[in-house]
T-cell receptor
Framework: GESVGLHLPTLSVQEGDNSIINCAYS??????FIWYKQESGKGPQFIID?????DKRQGQRVTVLLNKTVKHLSLQIAATQPGDSAVYFC??????????FGTGTRLQVFP | DTGVSQDPRHKITKRGQNVTFRCDPI?????LYWYRQTLGQGPEFLTY????????KSRLLSDRFSAERPKGSFSTLEIQRTEQGDSAMYLC??????????????????FGNGTRLTVT
């Protein structure tokens, strides 16, 4: 099966700095990974996804890196803003039939 | 608003009562998922549908839980004889699965804002 975990429960960064949130997965057959942002009282909001045939994918201010050798992925947020404060989840799957989520990292942005 | 809609947002019930939640997916999405999330944890998969067919159920889904999607559009999740351990956020998500393509090319799951259930 798949288990997905995050290295740090809380990450504090200063506004304007870059943030890096890390995630490890166990199933080397997983071929799809996705990052979600969840604010208090709301459902997870899609940020970016990546398929296993890619090493890197960029969005607006966000980059996901996938290292299949060590089964690790990361989410980089450039120029972190107060609105980025939330809990971030990584999830993995074989396809997108069933996502397996990690426990989340809380990102705190301070001025 | 064309996102995933869930109703109600909050439900407080007494132990032993039955509750039903509704999910309206994004209209063009043919897949619908139910997840459960407890405080401090990531969402846990419960079940999913493609159109009206229920394709997979988690072992977390006891026989007190039943989900339906009768017309392939909205879905309901019913919990019978609720227990305090059922208290959680119940999340619905939808996606578009493309026929003939590898499943990894399906669209990302888009979540609603959930129904928070409190069993007293």
């Amino acid at each position: 099966g798949e288990s997905v975990g995050l290295h740090l429960p809380t990450l504090s960064v200063q506004e304007g700095d870059n943030s890096i949130i890390n995630c490890a997965y166990s199933n080397s057959a997983s071929d799809y990974f996705i990052w979600y942002k969840q604010e208090s009282g709301k459902g997870p909001q899609f940020i970016i996804d990546i398929r296993s045939n890619m090493d890197k994918r960029q969005g607006q201010r966000v980059t996901v890196l996938l290292n299949k050798t060590v089964k690790h992925l990361s989410l980089q947020i450039a120029a972190t803003q107060p609105g980025d404060s939330a809990v971030y989840f990584c999830a993995g799957a074989l396809g997108t039939d069933k996502l397996i989520f990690g426990t989340g990292t809380r990102l705190q942005v301070f001025p | 608003d064309t996102g995933v809609s869930q109703d109600p947002r909050h439900k407080i019930t007494k132990r032993g009562q039955n509750v039903t939640f509704r999910c309206d997916p994004i209209s063009e999405h043919n897949r619908l998922y139910w997840y459960r999330q407890t405080l401090g944890q990531g969402p846990e998969f419960l079940t999913y549908f493609q159109n009206e067919a229920q394709l997979e159920k988690s072992r977390l889904l006891s026989d007190r839980f039943s989900a339906e999607r009768p017309k392939g559009s909205f879905s309901t999740l019913e919990i019978q004889r609720t227990e305090q351990g059922d208290s959680a956020m119940y999340l619905c998500a939808s996606s578009l699965a493309l026929g003939g393509q590898p499943s990894s090319y399906n669209s990302p799951l888009h979540f609603g804002n959930g129904t928070r259930l409190t069993v007293t």
